[in-house]
């Protein structure tokens, strides 16, 4: 078994995503997720409003953001480097421990992730379908980056040889959407749905890659049909 990739070894969980940045910027995306969590977008905040839910001076925001876009990527990104190397780490404890629980541990891991950091995830959804290119650019950028590093671990794992690169790409980022719109439900359940979604959402996974190793199967057999065709 390989080693837990380095980025993967050194997350930390309970660690807040943002607190290697300065203090004034911190709380100033801490604010403007609080306002956001509602299904507001970050287009519609002021900056007074912002800075007044920040406990700052108006023009702090300007020593950190030259726009609310920026804000709202850096807070996008913020959490997702915190996300990306805790699945990374859990899906490698698991493939070690018990390789058959990696699907459901890497529910696990995400969904409790998305309840600890339930504003984050609730302006992310908001905005995934959001008015604002940019915030709709940079929330599908880093979903993508979760998605890749899982495929990248499927593949290094050997969890599933006899799949293409490509094909595990396209499942990863299946599974990484399914789970990421899910989270909303999952923050707003009680135990028994919270309980209910994760054992679906494994059902999921491990279906979605059933079904997948059946078609490679097949692909041989429809190739030759499809040329004389």
Same mark, same amino acid.
């Given at each position: 078994?390989?080693? *837990?990739? @380095?980025?993967?070894?050194?997350?930390?969980?309970?660690?807040?995503?943002?607190?290697?940045?300065?203090?004034?910027?911190?709380?100033?995306?801490?604010?403007? $997720?609080?306002?956001?969590?509602?299904?507001?977008?970050?287009?519609?905040?002021?900056?007074?409003?912002?800075?007044?839910?920040?406990?700052?001076?108006?023009?702090?925001?300007?020593?950190?953001?030259?726009?609310?876009?920026?804000?709202?990527?850096?807070?996008?990104?913020?959490?997702?480097?915190?996300?990306?190397?805790?699945?990374?780490?859990?899906?490698?404890?698991?493939?070690?421990?018990?390789?058959?629980? !990696?699907?459901?541990?890497?529910?696990?891991?995400? =969904?409790?992730?998305?309840?600890?950091?339930? +504003?984050? =995830?609730?302006?992310?959804?908001? @905005?995934?379908?959001?008015?604002?290119?940019?915030?709709?650019?940079?929330?599908?950028?880093?979903?993508?980056?979760?998605?890749?590093?899982?495929?990248?671990?499927?593949? &290094?794992? @050997?969890?599933?040889?006899?799949?293409?690169?490509?094909?595990?790409?396209? *499942?990863?980022? &299946?599974?990484?959407?399914?789970?990421?719109?899910?989270?909303?439900?999952?923050?707003?359940?009680?135990?028994?749905?919270? +309980?209910? $979604? !994760?054992?679906?959402?494994?059902?999921?996974?491990?279906?979605?890659?059933?079904?997948? !190793?059946?078609?490679? &199967?097949?692909?041989?057999?429809?190739?030759?049909?499809?040329?004389?065709?």
């Amino acid at each position: 078994m390989n080693p *837990v990739p @380095e980025a993967a070894a050194a997350a930390d969980h309970g660690a807040f995503a943002g607190q290697d940045l300065p203090p004034g910027k911190r709380k100033l995306i801490e604010a403007a $997720l609080r306002l956001t969590a509602g299904g507001r977008s970050f287009a519609s905040l002021g900056l007074r409003e912002l800075a007044r839910e920040a406990g700052l001076n108006p023009n702090t925001f300007y020593r950190h953001f030259g726009t609310l876009d920026d804000l709202a990527r850096e807070a996008v990104e913020s959490v997702s480097r915190r996300l990306r190397p805790m699945l990374r780490r859990e899906r490698w404890l698991a493939a070690h421990d018990e390789p058959q629980s !990696v699907p459901r541990r890497a529910c696990v891991a995400f =969904f409790a992730f998305a309840l600890e950091n339930r +504003e984050a =995830f609730l302006s992310a959804l908001a @905005e995934y379908h959001g008015t604002s290119r940019a915030l709709r650019d940079a929330v599908r950028a880093n979903l993508h980056e979760v998605s890749a590093e899982m495929a990248d671990d499927v593949v &290094q794992l @050997e969890v599933m040889p006899t799949l293409a690169r490509a094909t595990v790409d396209e *499942v990863c980022t &299946q599974i990484v959407l399914q789970l990421f719109h899910l989270s909303a439900e999952y923050i707003d359940g009680d135990a028994a749905r919270r +309980e209910a $979604l !994760v054992a679906y959402a494994e059902r999921f996974i491990v279906r979605l890659f059933a079904g997948s !190793v059946l078609l490679a &199967q097949h692909e041989p057999a429809r190739a030759p049909a499809a040329v004389r065709a």
